[in-house]
């Protein structure tokens, strides 16, 4: 991926400073929007929700009698509201994914996040207690990450790239990421080579989808 123009004082796409010696990039990627628009801004939901009001709104209108024809642009409009709302949302996950970009080394993971004020956030694996990685539709897979109680990251710093409803200990999470299990499998196995490189080849996600280490 090739760094934008708002990035463009990145030393590398995704890195605000160049890898020291014998740091390397093990992987780089970034949210796939359609899955983040669904997933993190819940476009399915939100549509729905605008789909019973307008059913609503037909039943509401014909109760009180009012013209066919009034009642066609009374719908008319609701429906140009809610198209207009789902396309903002959308327009939204598509900025999002765009300018976040997830990277991994074999000593750390970084985080570039954020629309108007870009944030990038440097996680040791070696500080990393633990990851969730819940599985998506389409072999996406969001990975949330468990930092010790001293590592905090405002919630709203962090917002959509965090773990829903860990609001006084935030995790960072990889949202909506392509060939998620691919990815999950990565970090575990680097995590390991840090934590415990006597541990074989790490075991495949799909028999544990939820891996735990120890504090460092």
């Known amino acids: 991926m090739r760094a934008t123009h708002e990035h463009e004082w990145e030393a590398a796409p995704g890195l605000p400073e160049a890898l020291p010696a014998g740091e390397k990039i093990l992987w780089q990627g ?6 983040l628009a ?12 605008f789909a019973l009001m307008m059913a609503w709104q037909i039943v509401s209108l014909h109760a009180d009698g009012v013209d066919p024809l009034e009642t066609c642009f009374y719908l008319m409009r609701s429906l140009t509201l ?15 994914a765009r300018t976040t970009l997830y990277t991994l080394t074999n000593k750390r993971l970084i985080m570039r996040v954020g629309i ?17 990685v819940h599985r998506l539709p389409r072999d996406h897979a969001d990975i949330a990450l468990q930092l010790p109680n001293d590592d905090r990251i405002g919630w709203f710093h962090l917002w959509p790239h965090q773990r829903a ?5 935030p ?29 074989e080849a790490a075991p495949s996600p799909s028999t544990s989808p939820t891996w735990q280490g120890q504090t460092a």
């Open 171 to 199: 995790q960072p999470t990889l949202r909506c990421i392509p060939q998620g299990e691919r990815v999950s499998e990565l970090l575990l196995h680097t995590w390991r080579q840090l934590h415990q490189p006597h541990l």
């Open 82 to 96: 809610s198209i207009t709302a789902v396309c903002m949302l959308c327009m939204a996950a598509w900025w999002s």
């Open 30 to 35: 970034c949210p796939n929007w359609a899955a």
């Open 116 to 132: 108007v004020l870009s944030l990038t956030f440097n996680l040791p694996l070696r500080r990393i207690r633990a990851a969730d």
């Open 38 to 49: 669904v997933h993190a801004f819940h476009v399915r939901k939100v549509s729905f929700y």
């Open 165 to 169: 409803w860990h609001v006084r200990h």
